[in-house]
Every structure is written in structure tokens, then in C-alpha cells.
T-cell receptor, first 114, second 116 residues
């Protein structure tokens, strides 16, 4: 069990640029979640995948955000035309699909938009 | 809809003293409750969870929490803290798998600082 891996760990980008983050969940985990955490706040749910199907998206996920999980394994989160308000920690979590099991979190990608 | 309120944003305490971090939730349906810990620049690690059964839940690192349905609370406790417990702690709630897919709603966090 190598844990949930997120890359990159840090990303600094200029306003208006596009960025993409990657999440590699624990290998046998079917469920995958993305959360966003801003300074001084708890994580907020963004989106959920069951295998390759995106089953829920938060209203926080504006049309500049898109997430994919093409083969039900790794997932990517893309932000287009970044804004300073997008600066946050983006967390990925995964869990098994049988029953209610613990969600394991990655170390996150910290995005800074300048 | 569900929400979580962590009543203290910061809790300073001396080493070896007991500590309680307070959490209240609101939900119109049955809930599952969690406490996570986050060290600086790290992801979240599960301390303990309440799914059903005994209302007193024991977790890792000597932490425990008690589910109180009538008061809609899930306070975290440790009888004697260590310097290494200094971190941010998040209370979280989830609804049924069928409706919420296991997604978590978090509180705003409590920063626990343990002083020598």
C-alpha cells in the first residue's frame, strides 16, 4: 500500500494560465474524491468518481474546472484561466467501494496563483 | 444538508494535560462522524470514526471521541497530550453511502498547540 500520490506538490502559476494536477489513488480503490482547502478552512468537496464515472460535482466546481478519471485509475484536475481565488491546497482521497470505509488522503497540491 | 461546527479555532494546552476539541454537527439524516488530523503541509490522517454501535470510539495516538446524538456532538478527547500532538484537527460528517457516496463535510478545524 503506497498511499495516495499527488503531483506536483507545489505549483506557482500566473493568473490566466491553465494548470493540471494528477492524483494516483491506492490501487484497489474504486472511489476517488477531490477537495479544495483554503487557508484557515476545512477541506471542501469538489467532485467524486466511482471508477471512471464522475457521479457528483460541487457547485464550487465552476466551468473553469474539469476533472477526469479516464480508466478508473489515476485522475486529473484541470483549472483553466486561473484566478487568484483559485489559490488553495487541492486534496485527493480514495476509498474502497464496498461498504463505508476510510478515505485515504494524499499530501495535496498547493496552488499559488500570482 | 449537513454542516459541522468546531467550536474552538485554537486550543493551547501544556504537555501532559488533558484536552477536548469540540465538534457539533447538524444533519437531517443519520450520519457517520470522523476526526482527522493534519500536520503542516501534509494531507489528512484519520484519527477515528463513528459508524454505528458504541458511542465511545477509540482511535489512534490515544485519542477518543463520544457520539452524543441528543446534543449532536462528537467531541474529541485525549487524557494526556504530547508535543507531537500539535497539529490541526478536523471534524467531519458524511451521510449514507447511497446519497452522499462517502463524501465528507468538514468543520473549519481546530489548531491544537501543545506547549512544554
Amino acid at each position: 500500500d503506497t498511499g495516495v500520490s499527488q503531483n506536483p506538490r507545489h505549483k506557482i502559476t500566473k493568473r490566466g494560465q491553465n494548470v493540471t494536477f494528477r492524483c494516483d489513488p491506492i490501487s484497489e480503490h474504486n472511489r476517488l474524491y477531490w477537495y479544495r482547502q483554503t487557508l484557515g478552512q476545512g477541506p471542501e468537496f469538489l467532485t467524486y468518481f466511482q471508477n471512471e464515472a464522475q457521479l457528483e460535482k460541487s457547485r464550487l466546481l465552476s466551468d473553469r474546472f474539469s476533472a477526469e478519471r479516464p480508466k478508473g485509475s489515476f485522475s486529473t484536475l484541470e483549472i483553466q484561466r486561473t484566478e487568484q481565488g483559485d489559490s488553495a491546497m487541492y486534496l485527493c482521497a480514495s476509498s474502497r467501494s464496498t461498504g463505508f470505509t476510510e478515505a485515504f488522503f494524499g499530501q495535496g497540491t498547493r496552488l499559488t496563483v500570482v | 444538508a449537513q454542516s459541522v461546527t468546531q467550536l474552538d479555532s485554537q486550543v493551547p494546552v501544556f504537555e501532559e494535560a488533558p484536552v477536548e476539541l469540540r465538534c457539533n454537527y447538524s444533519s437531517s439524516v443519520s450520519v457517520y462522524l470522523f476526526w482527522y488530523v493534519q500536520y503542516p503541509n501534509q494531507g489528512l490522517q484519520l484519527l477515528l470514526k463513528y459508524l454505528s454501535g458504541s458511542t465511545l470510539v477509540k482511535g489512534i495516538n490515544g485519542f477518543e471521541a463520544e457520539f452524543n446524538k441528543s446534543q449532536t456532538s462528537f467531541h474529541l478527547r485525549k487524557p494526556s497530550v504530547h508535543i507531537s500532538d500539535t497539529a490541526e484537527y478536523f471534524c467531519a460528517v458524511s451521510g449514507s453511502l447511497r446519497t452522499s457516496y462517502g463524501k465528507l463535510t468538514f468543520g473549519q478545524g481546530t489548531i491544537l498547540t501543545v506547549h512544554p
